[in-house]
């Protein structure tokens, strides 16, 4: 259900500015005249340089409840300054899973000061705790990798004889995960103990997420299936909360970074598989889930294995912007319970008509990636693919989530900052003078 505020406002508030989709939400929701407030700790943040954002703040440094506190003081209009924007009554726009659980879990609170569209704290935990998620798909009918949930030393010795496929161990939610790791392969040469409580001691958890799920530190074990041998092939829409079948779009991921657990950097359209898409909204019904939802499926041995459950924005959301679908524009519209305006929107996105060429990727990402195997090969690496090319033959159709040429301040910012780090990079390997 959608919340209205205490204190009349309107407008958008967005946070991490250097992540494509928050770029992405700016720019979508700019164009149609509504305006936008960005939050970051950072003023070199990609996202500021947009035309299409018109007030920034900067956010102190803290943990997650020192955020909590500070954006709930400007929801009810504190803070010094003349020049602050008003914050009540925005459309808030979480931007990561821990900003997802925060909202979620404070969700009574925020409603008094912000708009929010997404559902209660039990749907949102049992999406961004992947155990409790494969409970749902497996009630639904959805199949994903054989995944096991030990809890220590002694259960992990139990199954590890009984295993007999690669594994990764991978954190049960990325929510406060202090490493921000995605997981690691396991070699099958008897090591699995030593790997698993290594990652624990590696990998910790903020006190919110540990105190909500004491449970939470212990990795899970999951069959891996490389995303270099096994197509990727993505769902991504917008459900709303009255049953109707959702407005989504699909896409096969070809490229990410790093290779085998990252962020999407390339991607090409694909159909839609209608099989697949009821399964996904008999998946969000099992949830009681309504909002933006981006699913990543690997495909192995012809079936689609669910890997992953984005319940927010997302990083290529471009693409689908690009494809018809106006995502961030369906949650503001839904956020402010203008159904009818909705509706419509739902209709257009129906009626768009796919080309079957369109395309995505971050183009200078991509072009000095590119670049850097063009060298390796140069002095005797191995070959590989000509991401140029690609580039170049998909030039038409092709969504780059940053280059925009209305809006080109982004992407003079991301060259800046990039040739800096580039920079310190050198001065690096080289040592102190």
Known sequence: ????????????????????????????????????ALVDRSPWAVARASRYVRHFERLPAGRADDFMEWLIERGRGGGRGRRRANFSGRVLFPASDEQVFLFARHQRELSRYFRLFQPP???????????????ACAHAGVEYPATWYPRGEAEVRELAPAIHVDVMIKPRTQIQLESKTKGRTISRDGSEVDAYLQFVRDNHYGPEISAHDPDIGWPMLQAYHSSRTHRIYGLSGFIDSSGKPPAMRAATKLLQSPRDMGAGVCFETAPVDRTLAGRVQDLCR???????????????????LLIDFNPRVYNQMAFEIARGLPLPYMHYLAALNDRARLAEVYQSASDWQPRGDE??????HLSLLNATQRI???????????????????????????????????ARLDVIRRCLQSLRNLRSRRGPA
Not at 15 to 36: M, S, W
Not at 359 to 364: E, G, K, Q, R
């Open 1 to 36: 259900m959608s919340y209205a505020p205490t204190t009349p406002g309107e407008g958008a508030l967005l946070f991490l500015g250097d992540f494509n989709c928050t770029l992405a939400t700016a720019r979508c929701l700019g164009q149609r005249g509504i305006d936008v």
């Open 286 to 304: 099992e949830l009681k889930y309504y909002g933006i939802f981006d699913i990543e499926f690997i495909e192995h041995n012809a079936k689609f």
């Open 121 to 135: 704290f039990d749907t949102i935990y049992r999406i961004l705790n992947k155990q409790r998620l494969y409970e």
């Open 376 to 410: 390796q090969e140069a002095i005797g690496g191995s070959k590989s693919e000509d991401w140029g090319r690609w580039m170049r033959q998909r030039r038409h159709r092709l969504t780059d989530p940053v280059r925009l040429p209305e809006d080109p301040g982004p």
């Open 359 to 364: 395309a995505y990727c971050d183009a200078l």
